[in-house]
């Protein structure tokens, strides 16, 4: 299902467009099984590496349809840039998850419910089978996802934050920003108050009645946290950017030549990998694999460009000599690595994140309203 290419994902999007995406916000709340995955775009693994960026897929999609037959599909794409502004502007929702992960992990290493639910051992078959399906296919559909995490934190009492820890193990597309949030989202926290329920009609129907029987939790109450987040005031402004400098891009912004920087002429490009040693949430080996090759698909494809390019290990950065940019990483396991171990770089910015991260202060329904002007601007 997922080369990891930057061809094969520029035809699967082109194919999308040509084929599904005028019927996307009809069917896309169906999850008819991993074989018949052609409702939804499944572009997320090649989008959350940069593989593709927002901004291509946008432009390709408005050059076939005008913009209010493909809107939800625009509001979906751009669903992960809110998400990464809004996490960029309260960093300690992100810290926070890490360090009451560790206490969590440790309480519930050996809990039968926990081993259960990983192992795809619960007496809710749905859910079981959605395990293996995350394990074989690193992809579960978006409102799988829903349901994964709402039996999780509802029916099976587990903490949303060993799902989400599930998650970014297994899935191709692990976000920092997209599943925590998600996450939160699910169990009440994100929208105060507002939690998802998944319930036995709403499985039955939108997996075309696949699964049957399913007894959950359909009247819990929402999770309560105390803690709330104030912005954190930042500007993303990028540095003068000199000719002839090193510039070390991560594992998410793997599309070097649909970058805006490309028009300066860097010495060298290191690709940085992060590794397992490093991490706070280790990877599944395919989910290493998969980002492993990415990286390698971005340096035959830099080597064309005639420019000096190497894979660095992100424990090797802190022997570059001279002083270099680093595309900046957004908040997450490599950010947090910079910010505690190197020194000497300067962070540049997309200018799709710097224009679209100023509407990330409030809620989507806000940043909605702003979806015209960022279209105006880039595509
Ligand atoms: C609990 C939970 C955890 C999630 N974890 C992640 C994650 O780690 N990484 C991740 O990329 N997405 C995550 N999502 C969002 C969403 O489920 C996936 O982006 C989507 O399923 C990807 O499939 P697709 O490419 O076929 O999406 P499509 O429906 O085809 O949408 C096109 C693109 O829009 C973006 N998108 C779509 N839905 C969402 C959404 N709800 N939030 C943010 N962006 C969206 C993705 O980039 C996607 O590729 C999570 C959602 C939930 C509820």
Known sequence: ????????????????????????????NFDFGPDQRRNISCLSPYITHGVLSEIEV???????????KIEKFIQEVLWRVY?????????????DYIINLQAIREKYKEDPKYLEAIEGKTNIECFNEWVGELKTYNYLHNHTRMWFASIWIFTLN??????????????????????????????GIQTQGKHYLASEWNIKKF??????NIKLNENAPTKISEK???IAKKDFVNPEINNDKTLVIFENNLSFEMLDLKKFQFKKIILA???DELRQIKLSDNVTKFKTNLLHDQLERIK???IDCEILTIDKLKDVKDDYYILYPNVGENLDYILSKLSGYKFIYRELDQFSWGFCNKGFFNFKGYIPKIITKFT
Do not use: C
Request: net charge positive.
């Open 1 to 28: 299902m997922f080369e990891p290419k930057r061809d094969f994902a520029h035809k699967k999007l082109i194919s999308f467009i040509d084929n599904n995406l005028i019927e996307y916000s009809k069917l896309r």
């Open 58 to 68: 946008m432009n390709l999609s408005l050059k076939k349809f005008p913009f209010v």
């Open 83 to 95: 998400w990464k502004g809004w996490l960029e502007l309260r960093p300690s929702v992100w810290s």
């Open 158 to 187: 587990l903490p949303w934050q060993l799902g989400a820890e599930f998650f970014l193990k297994h899935l191709y597309d692990g976000d920092a920003a997209s599943n925590t949030l998600g996450w939160r989202w699910v169990a």
């Open 207 to 212: 997996t075309n009645n696949r699964f049957q």
């Open 228 to 230: 709330t987040y104030s």
């Open 273 to 275: 990998s992060n590794i």
């Open 304 to 306: 064309t460009l005639s």
